[in-house]
């Protein structure tokens, strides 16, 4: 479980966060909600460390990470995967040698234990054979997955995705939305993920948690969000009239 | 002014970080090849060309002037092609050449990387990333550098030598009579310190460069532009220095 408490970050005289808690649970897929600029991606880089926080705390199953040095912190970081929006794949490297990186960097492992494990990630997310494509020659989804491979191969107990099928078709983003929630499943690791899409909310949202404005504004399933009728969530999920009045007249 | 002291303490606390302990060598070890490679390799033509045109026109241009006073002997061209050619022209044309071509390179694949939070990847995994991705390319441009000018140094005599014999200053004896004649160990000493001084210069402004940029697609083209500008410049002054103080 991963716990955050009154966190506050700034940009020059911009409030981004103004003091948002929430916990992310274990074996869960926990969403992170809001609209376009709300806070999201500033609040997952500082869950992980990309951002100081001003204010607040981050406790990672009790671990306090604000306060850590920084070799204590660098052994949480191989704890956590990341899926980037952008994907962020090495562009000078092949997707064998992406996914392949952090193995080579941070154990003592053999070629073949190496490639083995490389495979075996590839094949979870349904990319078997592009070993040796680069980036570049990928279409979105099939870079998507790569990010995922990538994020997984060390075996993490904490899995950040910000925006995983921003850019991607809807089917292609619920494929991708089904393959994290499996995959968070299987490790039972603690999985926060940032998002806009409906479709993500209601097909993966175990928890879900709304900024709005730098603040947390609403927090609960995606079976409790459908009961919503007003406030700023209401018009965030319904975003069109047309949406509105659906829900408004429905009879559940 | 303020500004350029909080990029001068940037610079120097990047610069301390890249040359921090590695995670684990032999990655740094590939990484400093692959970037030696690149930079070797992809570099070499274009100084070859120059420089072998440069030692030519040296050549063209003493003759020309040695004519008039006849009192000169032509085969003095070949020892101030090499002098020219180590002390001052290889160098230099090369920092110059290599300030456009490796600085603008390496502040846009870094500034690309930092945009496209490749950067931010790195560092999740638990990378230390100016070490990692600052200090192997300072370490093959300091290698590399000295290298090409040197490279560059021959093929500035042979094109003297080249031109000469076309335009018939002299015979192939006279010439490398001269550029034996007279020569000094501390030239070529001077030249690799400057050599290795550039090749540091260069690399290390244009990392700061790309690494801190901010923004997106325009800011990355605006620091490349900084790099190779910025470094041309210091490198011109470093140039100086050593002249005024080695020499
Ligand atoms: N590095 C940064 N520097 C300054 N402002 C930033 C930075 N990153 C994000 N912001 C600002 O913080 C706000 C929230 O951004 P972000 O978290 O990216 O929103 P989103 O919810 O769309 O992911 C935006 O107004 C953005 O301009
Ligand atoms: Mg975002």
Not at chain 2, 94 to 100: E, K, N
Not at chain 2, 186 to 194: P, Q
Request: hydrophobic share 45%; charged share 20%; glycine share 10%.
């Amino acid at each position: 479980m991963i716990e955050i408490k009154n966190i506050k970050k700034n940009f020059g005289s911009q409030q981004v966060l103004k003091g948002i808690s929430a916990s992310f649970e274990n074996g869960k897929c926990n969403l992170i909600i809001g609209k376009s600029g709300s806070g999201k991606t500033v609040t997952l880089k500082c869950m992980v460390g990309l951002f100081e926080p001003d204010e607040g705390t981050i406790l990672y199953d009790g671990r306090n990470i604000t306060d850590m040095d920084f070799h204590a912190r660098k052994d949480i970081r191989r704890e956590i995967g990341m899926l980037f929006q952008g994907t962020a794949l090495f562009d000078s490297l092949t997707v064998e040698e992406n996914v392949q990186f952090p193995l080579d960097m941070f154990t003592n492992q053999t070629a073949a234990e190496k490639l083995e494990r490389v495979n075996f990630c590839l094949g979870r997310v349904n990319l078997p054979n592009t070993n040796k494509k680069y980036p570049g020659e990928l279409s979105g989804g099939m870079k998507k997955r790569v990010g995922i491979a990538r994020a997984i191969v060390m075996n993490p107990k904490y899995l950040f995705c910000d925006e995983p099928n921003s850019g991607l078709d809807p089917k292609t983003a619920i494929v991708i939305d089904h393959l994290i929630k499996e995959i968070t499943l299987e490790y039972n690791m603690t999985t926060v993920i940032n998002t806009h899409d409906m479709n993500s909310v209601m097909g993966i949202g175990d928890k879900v948690v709304f900024l709005h404005e730098g603040l947390k504004y609403w927090e609960g399933t995606n079976k409790q969000i459908m009961e919503i009728t007003d406030g700023e969530l209401f018009d965030f999920i319904f975003a069109s009239d047309f949406l509105k009045d659906l829900r408004r007249n429905a009879k559940y | 002014m303020l500004k350029i002291f909080e990029q001068l303490g940037g610079f120097l606390t990047l610069m301390y970080s890249a040359f921090s302990k590695p995670e684990k060598a032999q990655m740094y070890w590939k990484e400093t090849f692959r970037q030696a490679k690149d930079i070797g390799v992809g570099s070499l033509p274009i100084i070859a060309i120059v420089s072998t045109f440069i030692g030519g026109v040296s050549a063209v241009q003493f003759a020309y002037q040695f004519r008039s006073i006849s009192l000169v002997p032509m085969w003095w061209i070949g020892s101030i092609v090499r002098k020219g050619m180590i002390l001052e022209l290889a160098p230099t044309v090369s920092a110059l050449l290599l300030a456009g071509k490796v600085g603008s390179n390496i502040a846009s694949e870094l500034g690309t990387m930092r945009i496209s939070e490749q950067i931010d990847a790195y560092e999740i995994m638990g990378v230390n990333t100016p070490a990692y991705l600052i200090g192997p390319k300072i370490a093959a441009s300091v290698i590399v550098v000295p290298m090409l000018v040197v490279i560059a140094v021959a093929l500035g005599i042979i094109g003297g030598w080249g031109a000469g014999l076309l335009g018939g200053f002299f015979s192939t004896t006279e010439y490398f009579r001269g550029v034996q004649d007279g020569f000094d160990g501390y030239d070529v000493f001077i030249m690799l310190v400057k050599a290795v001084l550039f090749g540091f210069t260069l690399s290390s402004i244009s990392c700061y460069k790309g690494f801190t940029v901010q923004g997106g697609a325009v800011e990355i083209g605006k620091s490349s532009t900084q790099a190779v500008v910025l470094s041309s410049i210091v490198m011109m002054i470093v140039n100086f220095f050593v002249a005024f103080l080695l020499l």
